[in-house]
């Protein structure tokens, strides 16, 4: 009878080293699924990031394009006055002068 009684006892523990084991399983099998969803979640920040160093990237260059028109025109912009503050002087004098 004794020797009965540890057979069921060696049993009943067998069945729950099973279950247990099934709840194991499933448990991996949700950490599994979580971990995939990170996974694709990290894959689409990445991606997100990498456009958005490129856009960035994009942005920096039309800045300093647009920085060096500004120069560009800044520059014109003083021959244009200066040309201006000559062909006033010269008419000012014209205007003083007789005309040929």
């Known amino acids: 009878i004794a020797g009965e009684d540890k057979i069921k006892a060696a049993d009943v523990e067998i069945e729950d080293i099973k279950a247990q084991i099934c709840l194991f ?24 990031r990498t456009e958005i160093v490129e856009e960035v990237k ?19 912009k ?9 062909l006033e002087g010269h008419y000012a004098i014209m205007r003083l002068s007789p005309p040929f």
């Open 25 to 48: 399983e499933e448990k991996a099998c949700k950490v599994q699924q979580a971990k995939s969803q990170l996974e694709e979640a990290c894959s689409k920040c990445i991606e997100k």
């Open 78 to 86: 003083f021959e244009l006055d200066s040309n201006y503050e000559t």
């Open 58 to 76: 994009n942005v920096a260059s039309k800045t300093i394009e647009t920085r060096v028109k500004i120069d560009n025109v800044k520059k014109k």
